[in-house]
């Protein structure tokens, strides 16, 4: 004891992100402060979940301390105190948790605070970004977080006033786990009535399936949750907002829930799944490591919240529990990724998930549309990985289109095809797709377009040959110039000779040499005099783009250059083709063409000076 008593206590900094956040809970009041009890006692249940699960292999952790939340109340101190018999925190697990935040949520969270809208309140932010303990701030201007590592006889105390820094130092607490005391501001006098804690835990926290006790002062606590995990309980019995409340918590969000899967499966395997399709999409989504959120439970005991062996990194975007009854309650993470009945689990959960999904899209379009805005472009990395539900997948995928607003799926676009059309037309571009001149031609005749815009789209298509016995096929490939069989395109215009046209080419060819691959007249543009193809055997245009940019490809293949000879510009060139003295204007003509074609496609101009230059010769002839 004696050399515990000799260590000082320390003072940190907090994490520059962390500061710039406790200065905006500090200074700003929220109307929906209450919040912060919710926050609190979810991270209490988990430590309580852990210990309780670290104890399988490791009894003496638990022996037998009652695994228990208590919230106190002491009008006199003015202090609200909650306190937990869960894992417990070391002291550099005190520093490391109260001090930094590993994830990249805080940033976030400060730009999305600072844009004020209206829709984002201080729980939608709270709950999207994981900054639920610095919630407390709102409501205490001192918290104090006394607590004892399980197998360790040490316990240290945290204090901060939320202004910029944090103290640690050796403290006694005679069992595991872990005292938070909030030392409540004048006007948050509120949370210290009983009545209204009680009915907070009620709202927000009753499905938690360890005892919550609330007491004043010296009394004994009396339990306000009714401590039963929601997925066991019937689907009868269970209200759509004990739903919502509990994909709050477990989910750590606070949007409502497009969509609640909850089910029993007995038999050959026996689990319970309750699953949730969040209303927005969370934070990291994106993330790299493309984490599963879903927490597998054994038999009602809590095992990780990181078991990517329980769905598929395309459907992560899931938040909810797994409950197993056929896995061993002391299963290890070596264990888990090896497991057979855990694959099988993973198999049949995902094609229920799917199968839901497929009768949402046909029954509740509205819902579906609202989910797929926000995850179609997660579902489609399904189509590139999986292999065994692709079809399913290609099913479920909506695309927006050239033919009507909205969404569209496969099956829709093939029931509206014209007659003679045989392949599914798509265009792979960034937003702002619908003003590519390849699609010119397509809209003169009538044939419907998908618009893919998601970088994921480039990938599955080289995997996704057809659908319904209708091949995909890009728009801008040199083969789909030739739309002569899918009828003629109104008011088009002459077209210049063909023989001026060829003669034009070929000094074309002469003047942009290896820049392209081959010029070519073009059946596809109505407006614009030229455009960039590739050719058949080529990358699309997008694709190689995007690996060139990302270093995994060392060039980009020279494209073929499609000129319209119906447009004005074309026509007048073709013409002056045969005539002397012409061939300084057609050079010049010709690389700003192709600068036009390569600036429509997005593409780096590579010779701006020279491009620069170009425009001032053009401006000076007009200028004469």
């Known amino acids: 004891m004696a050399d515990r008593d000799a260590v000082k206590s320390e003072s940190f900094g907090f994490q520059a992100e962390v500061a710039r956040l406790l200065h905006m809970m500090v200074h700003s009041v929220y109307s929906e402060r209450e919040i912060f009890l919710r926050e609190l006692i979810s991270n209490a249940a988990d430590a309580c979940d852990r210990r309780r699960y670290?104890?399988?292999?490791?009894?003496?952790l638990l022996g037998d301390t009652p695994l228990e939340i208590t919230v106190t109340i002491d009008k006199q101190a003015k202090t609200l105190t909650l306190s937990d018999t869960g894992i417990g925190m070391s002291r550099d697990d005190l520093i490391e948790n109260l001090g930094?935040?590993?994830?990249?949520?805080?940033?976030?969270?400060?730009e999305a605070a600072k844009?004020?809208?209206?829709?984002?309140?201080?729980?939608?932010?709270?709950?999207?970004?994981?900054?639920?303990?610095y919630s407390a701030f709102m409501v205490a201007d001192k918290v104090k977080v006394v607590s004892r590592r399980a197998g360790e006889d040490a316990a240290y105390a945290w204090?901060?006033?939320?202004?910029?820094?944090?103290?640690?130092?050796?403290?006694?607490?005679?069992?595991?786990?872990?005292?938070?005391?909030?030392?409540?501001?004048?006007?948050?006098?509120?949370?210290?009535?009983?009545?209204?804690?009680?009915?907070?835990?009620?709202?927000?926290?009753?499905?938690?399936?360890?005892?919550?006790k609330l007491a004043e002062a010296a009394e004994v606590g009396e339990t306000v949750n009714t401590a039963q995990a929601l997925w066991t309980r019937s689907k009868s019995d269970i209200e759509a907002k004990d739903y919502t409340e509990f994909y709050h918590h477990i989910g750590g969000m606070f949007d409502e829930p497009l969509r609640t899967l909850h089910y029993k499966v007995e038999g050959k395997l026996e689990y319970t799944c309750l699953l949730f399709t969040p209303g927005q999409a969370p934070f990291d989504l994106y993330d790299p490591e493309r984490k599963s959120k879903v927490k597998l439970y054994v038999k009602r005991v809590f095992i990780t919240d990181d078991c990517e062996e329980l769905l598929p990194a395309y459907l992560r975007f899931m938040r909810g529990v797994v409950d197993a009854q056929d896995l061993a309650l002391n299963i290890s993470r070596e264990m888990l990724q090896h497991n057979p009945v855990l694959a099988a689990m993973k198999k049949a959960i995902t094609g229920k998930v799917l199968s839901d999904y497929a009768k949402l899209a046909e029954n509740e379009p509205e819902t579906y549309a609202k989910i797929w805005?926000?995850?179609?472009?997660?579902?489609?990395?399904?189509?590139?990985?999986?292999?065994?539900?692709?079809?399913?997948?290609?099913?479920?995928?909506?695309?927006?289109s050239t033919g009507q607003d909205g969404w569209t799926s496969l099956a829709d676009y093939v029931s509206r095809m014209k007659d003679g059309q045989k392949a599914i037309?798509?265009?792979?571009?960034?937003?702002?797709?619908?003003?590519?001149?390849?699609?010119?031609?397509?809209?003169?005749?009538?044939?419907?377009?998908?618009?893919?815009?998601?970088?994921?789209?480039?990938?599955?298509?080289?995997?996704?040959?057809?659908?319904?016995?209708?091949?995909?096929?890009?728009?801008?490939?040199?083969?789909?110039?030739?739309?002569?069989?899918?009828?003629?395109?109104?008011?088009?215009?002459?077209?210049?000779?063909?023989?001026?046209?060829?003669?034009?080419?070929a000094?074309?060819?002469?003047?942009?040499?290896?820049?392209?691959?081959?010029?070519?007249?073009?059946?596809?543009?109505?407006?614009?005099?030229?455009?960039?193809?590739?050719?058949?055997?080529?990358?699309?245009?997008?694709?190689?783009?995007?690996?060139?940019?990302?270093?995994?490809?060392?060039?980009v293949a020279p494209r073929v250059l499609e000129i319209n000879p119906r447009h004005d510009l074309v026509r007048q060139l073709a013409e002056r083709s045969g005539q002397d003295g012409q061939y300084d204007t057609i050079a010049?003509?010709?690389?700003?063409?192709?600068?036009?074609?390569?600036?429509?496609?997005?593409?780096?101009?590579?010779?701006?000076?020279?491009?620069?230059?170009r425009m001032s010769d053009v401006l000076l002839r007009l200028a004469k």
């Open 54 to 60: 670290e104890a399988l292999t490791r009894p003496e």
């Open 100 to 110: 930094t935040i590993a994830r990249s949520g805080t940033a976030r969270f400060m």
């Open 115 to 133: 844009a004020g809208d209206s829709k984002a309140s201080a729980p939608d932010l709270i709950g999207q970004f994981g900054v639920g303990f």
């Open 159 to 212: 204090e901060s006033d939320g202004l910029g820094s944090f103290t640690v130092e050796p403290a006694e607490r005679e069992a595991t786990g872990t005292t938070i005391t909030l030392h409540m501001k004048d006007d948050a006098a509120e949370f210290l009535e009983k009545y209204r804690l009680s009915s907070i835990i009620r709202t927000y926290s009753d499905h938690i399936a360890i005892p919550i």
């Open 373 to 400: 805005a926000q995850f179609g472009r997660v579902l489609k990395e399904g189509l590139y990985e999986d292999f065994e539900r692709r079809d399913e997948l290609l099913k479920l995928a909506r695309f927006k």
């Open 425 to 505: 037309y798509y265009l792979t571009i960034d937003e702002g797709a619908a003003a590519s001149p390849q699609l010119e031609g397509f809209k003169a005749r009538g044939i419907e377009v998908l618009l893919l815009t998601d970088p994921i789209d480039d990938f599955w298509l080289g995997v996704v040959p057809e659908f319904d016995g209708k091949p995909l096929q890009s728009i801008t490939k040199a083969s789909s110039s030739d739309l002569s069989s899918l009828g003629e395109a109104k008011d088009l215009g002459e077209a210049a000779p063909e023989g001026d046209v060829s003669r034009l080419i």
């Open 507 to 555: 000094v074309m060819k002469g003047v942009l040499g290896e820049s392209v691959k081959d010029i070519r007249a073009s059946e596809r543009l109505t407006d614009s005099p030229v455009c960039l193809v590739a050719d058949e055997g080529d990358m699309d245009l997008r694709l190689s783009r995007m690996l060139k940019a990302h270093d995994r490809l060392q060039s």
């Open 588 to 613: 010049l003509a010709s690389q700003l063409l192709l600068d036009q074609a390569r600036i429509l496609e997005g593409e780096p101009l590579p010779d701006l000076p020279g491009f620069s230059k």
